[in-house]
DNA sequence: TTGTAAGCGTTATCAG
DNA sequence: CTGATAACGCTTACAA
């Protein structure tokens, strides 16, 4: 592999002139600049960048620090993060770690040196405590819930937001027992998809019944498993809001296995909207989420602070989410008239349905607080 | 950020010391070596990696380039590749790429001196003649169909096997006159796939109706669309192979538009397993591919090499599919109880279903050739 | 506008 | 077993 001084001498100039005109710095001739760069490109040159960035303190990657296991959601994250890095002329170094505080220190530790910044999601709550350390001293933006008034730069999904409005649409629809399906505990988006649930009841004037909240844990077995305590319920909801999809989908299967008719007998909402939502029979009526637009917002906000080398401000934004009406939920005229037909789904635009945006302060969603 | 020399005036040592302390090379005393590390730790100190590779000429980092829009497929894969590489102590960087020649040989480009080695996933024929050229240079393994005789290290998956086998189980339900959705042409893993397909009915004695060969692209939309062809064809077919999964949903949605009940009008089967297929109603009979050990294969495959600083030598590995019979195939004995009770999937162990897997020489597919 | 030379933080090669 | 010291390939004052 050809280096600088290879170039710089067959091109009959000193080596720094060969820096320059590959870093578009001072002023070179245009004729010399030609000449270099003819030479390099003949001689397949380019500049080692680990030699650069040992003087430049830059190495033009970001870190992407992900779950164990990721699913769905979080290549989506992904591809809208390497989307953004792409126009911003950067690398993407991925790495997982288990959500343990102990490996991501161990995973933050392997990375440093090699990214100029880092994106970290961790749903729970007790793992971010170590990165918000780290991200007092390094460009650190984090993908996560529950992050209002801590000093880092956070960007999450607006779950009270969404969940409110899940629920404020099955009120709508003449629910009034309305049980939900929560996430795992420890897990902030679920917590905070359970207080919109809450809250959205109380603002119909429904009370609160503790027995409506099922526990899961964001597995589509916890659904499966949760249809029987949900036919025990005396009276039987409903209707039933899942803290995310795959548990709707593993209700789903229990109640057909039950001849429990969906959405006749169940109405039901999801949360996420997942790939396999709009193919389900009945398709699934459930709250959107952006994954793709999380990871680009979350690039764009890291660069500046990426590029600067210094921590990224306390900032705090949050990522809005739109209800997506499908069959799982019925309507409120006609309930035997759930079936609706299929229509293929277009890559460039959305899929065939009702959509509304329930932004932080969505006119639709709750009062601040 | 402390560096080597730090450490050394602190612990007292010259930095050769603290180095070798750090690369367990040359025997230090233990007493030294344990004093070196306290003083390391104490002062936050890890090893450059920039300068480490400057001089060793490695970067414990390996690429990926992908497809522009990776779905969930690629996903899958990454992740394999991910596991494989934090086993091996080494760094992923993933980036993406339009197929075109140009473009990948940009990102290759831009790679260059990152890594150690490079895995390339470029399912276009054309696409991959640049890739070749550099892989002679460079370590370099290409998940890549189509691959065979060429002086580079390719593993594929067992498109002619699987769409084999998919095919003979339709053969054996009774099914005589079956169609296929093919996928885009240029696409090496259709065109495999339609092989299997010719060769399964050639080899039970089928004549080939070039009629029965549908026009796809591997979107839902083709499928969707196709179902009108499909309808159209006199006799008409008892059963479907899909190239892919999406389409065979694309399909069976437009079906239930025009009433026609699957598997008991028509049988289908699709190709992948993607999540989505055993949430399907029916479920889908799909031919699996396991995506994640695709992955992990093709980084165990580049290590070495990686390792070694040398291209790979060629090498072509097959993985194999397996056919996974879910509802939408139907089965032979009762046509009217095709309905399946959904059972949850569990993370850890496959879904419940009859699988059957066939690899590069399995006793199940066609003989070689 | 161009060249010279001093590092950047390591590892590797020698002596000791 | 340990310590100087020369690379590694580049950027960047500073000189010319």
Redesign the interface.
Known sequence: MATIRDVAREAGVSIATVSRVFNQTALVTEATAQHVRAVAARMDY??????R??ITHR?H?IGVLLPD??G?F??EV??GI?LAA?RE?Y??????SRASAETIVAAV??????IDGLIVMAPDADATTAIREFATRFPVVLLNPGSMGEDCSAISIANFEGAYAAVKHLVGLGHRRIAMLTGPSGNLDAEERRGGYRRALADAGLEHDPALELAGDF???A???AAADLMKLRPRPTAVFSANDYMA??L???L??ADVRVPQDVAIVGFDDI??AQ???PALTTVRVDACELGERALQRLMPFARARRPAEPHRELLPTSLVVRGSCGTPQAEGAARH???????TSGAAHHTTEHAANGHDGPAAG
């Open positions: 380019w500049p080692n960048s680990a030699a960035s040992l190495t990657a296991l990721y769905e979080f290549s992904i591809r390497d792409r002329k690398q993407v170094l991925v790495s997982s530790r392997a990375l440093r040196g090699r597995d589509e077995s659904g499966f498993h989908i593993g789903i299967g229990a057909r296995n790939a396999i193919y389900l029979n037909a299929f229509r293929p789904r277009h890559r």
